[in-house]
C-alpha cells in the first residue's frame, strides 16, 4: 500500500538556519503530497501542497518540491524562526480519495 | 467562518466502557474523515464519510464505528475500550469527497485516555 517516510527527528536548529526535512513516498499512482505543521496541542494545518510531478508548494517562507524520479517531497526554509518549532508531517493522498497516508513527523525544535 | 469543532476535548474512560466522539465540520463542507493519532503508531487514517455515506476505511477493528448525519455532523464510536485506544482523535473536513484540489482542515482533536 501506500506509504510516507520522513527523516527522523527531532531536528534541533539555531534561528536563522538552513531547513531541509526529507520526505519520500511509495505510491501505485500519482498522489497529491502536502506538508501539515502540528503546535503543541493543536491539530494540524496545512503548510502546503503539490498534485502533480514538479510542482513547487509554498507558504510562510517554506518550499516543496514534487519529484516523481526520486519519489520525494522534501520541505526547505532558508531561515527558521524560534515560532516554527513545532511537529511536521509528511503526507500523502490518491487523487479522489479524501484519505490521508502520514509519515511518522519530525519535531522541529529551534533555540534563539 | 467557524473551523472543525470537535467534542469533547478532552475524556477519560475505563476499560470496557464505549465512547462517543462529535465533529461538526466547516460549514458547507460535506466529507468527514477520522484519525488516531498515538506516540507508537503516528497517525492513522480511520474512516471518511461523504454525504452520510463511508467512503473509505481504515485498517482498524469493528469497535472503531462512524457514522454522518444529513447536517454533514458526524460522530465516531469505540466500544468495549482497550488501554491500547488511548490517543488523540482527529477529525477533518472538506467541500468534497477528494481530489487534486480538495483541502482537509483539521480540528484540534478529542484527547481520549483509556484507565
Known amino acids: 500500500g501506500d506509504s510516507v517516510t520522513q527523516m527522523e527527528g527531532p531536528v534541533t536548529l539555531s534561528e536563522e538556519a538552513f531547513l531541509t526535512i526529507n520526505c519520500t513516498y511509495t505510491?501505485?499512482?500519482?498522489?497529491?503530497l502536502f506538508w501539515y505543521v502540528q503546535y503543541p496541542g493543536e491539530g494540524l494545518q496545512l503548510l502546503l501542497k503539490a498534485t502533480k510531478a514538479d510542482d513547487k508548494g509554498s507558504n510562510k517562507g517554506f518550499e516543496a518540491t514534487y519529484r516523481k524520479e526520486t519519489t520525494s517531497f522534501h520541505l526547505e526554509k532558508g531561515s527558521v524562526q524560534v515560532s516554527d518549532s513545532a511537529v511536521y508531517f509528511c503526507?500523502?493522498?490518491?487523487?479522489?480519495?479524501?484519505?490521508?497516508?502520514f509519515g511518522q513527523g519530525t519535531r522541529l525544535t529551534i533555540n534563539p | 467562518k467557524a473551523g472543525v469543532t470537535q467534542t469533547p476535548r478532552y475524556l477519560i474512560k475505563t476499560r470496557g466502557q464505549q465512547v462517543t466522539l462529535s465533529c461538526s465540520p466547516i460549514?458547507?463542507?460535506?466529507?468527514v474523515s477520522w484519525y488516531q493519532q498515538t506516540p507508537g503508531q503516528g497517525l492513522q487514517f480511520l474512516f471518511e464519510?461523504?454525504?452520510?455515506?463511508q467512503r473509505n476505511k481504515g485498517n482498524f477493528p469493528g469497535r472503531f464505528s462512524g457514522r454522518q448525519f444529513s447536517n454533514s455532523r458526524s460522530e465516531m464510536n469505540v466500544s468495549t475500550l482497550e488501554l491500547g485506544d488511548s490517543a488523540l482523535y482527529l477529525c477533518a473536513s472538506s467541500w468534497g469527497p477528494g481530489g487534486a484540489n480538495t483541502e482537509a482542515f483539521f480540528g484540534q482533536g478529542t484527547r481520549l485516555t483509556v484507565v
Open positions: 503526507a500523502l493522498s490518491d487523487k479522489g480519495a479524501q484519505k490521508l497516508v
Open positions: 505510491a501505485t499512482g500519482y498522489p497529491s
Open positions: 464519510y461523504f454525504s452520510e455515506t
Open positions: 460549514s458547507g463542507h460535506r466529507s
